[in-house]
């Protein structure tokens, strides 16, 4: 069986009104959270998120088992803050959930970065209608970059010692 490019060319005129099926919505756990991972460089982090009660949903990040931080006292760059909010605020969704963060490892930008995927993806297993906004804005992209290792014989990843002719 043999397909013709013009058939998987998604510019083609026939194709242009086919679009990726929407996934199922993911079924919160026994508590009622949905979760999500988000990884950037050696940081991780965890995202717990369900409907909020009453009032305005909280955003939170857990610091040891019984010991809670706001997203204002954890991140206290502005940047920082704009990351973890970005995906909620693009969905409308701020204010209407309880967010439960677990950050570790890396820098505080990476640990940002990677609450910021783990929220974008715990959004798409609540409503699978945001996959596409997410997905455009690039918040459902892992960034991949990593530290080069060190090289043997070397100060550095791509350092060099001084060269001496004499």
Not at 61 to 73: A, D, G, H, M, P
Not at 111 to 124: C, G, K, M, T
């Amino acid at each position: 069986m043999t397909t013709l490019a013009s058939e998987l060319n998604p510019a083609n005129p026939a194709n242009a009104n086919q679009t990726r099926p929407l996934r199922e919505p993911v079924a919160p756990d026994a508590q009622g959270w949905w979760w999500g991972t988000g990884r950037r460089k050696t940081a991780v982090s965890r995202a717990r998120m369900r409907v909020a009660k009453e009032g305005e949903g909280k955003i939170q990040v857990q610091v040891s088992r019984k010991n809670f931080k706001t997203i204002e006292e954890y991140f206290t760059e502005e940047r920082d803050r704009n990351d973890v909010y970005a995906p909620l605020k693009l969905t409308d969704t701020f204010g209407k959930l309880d967010i439960v963060l677990r950050c570790t490892g890396g820098g505080i930008m990476g640990q940002a970065q990677a609450a910021r995927l783990a929220l974008a993806r715990a959004l798409v297993g609540y409503d699978p209608t945001t996959e596409g906004a997410l997905r455009d804005e690039g918040f459902l992209t892992r960034d991949a970059r990593e530290v080069e290792r060190k090289k043997y014989g070397q100060p550095g990843a791509r350092a060099r010692f001084q060269f001496s002719k004499r």
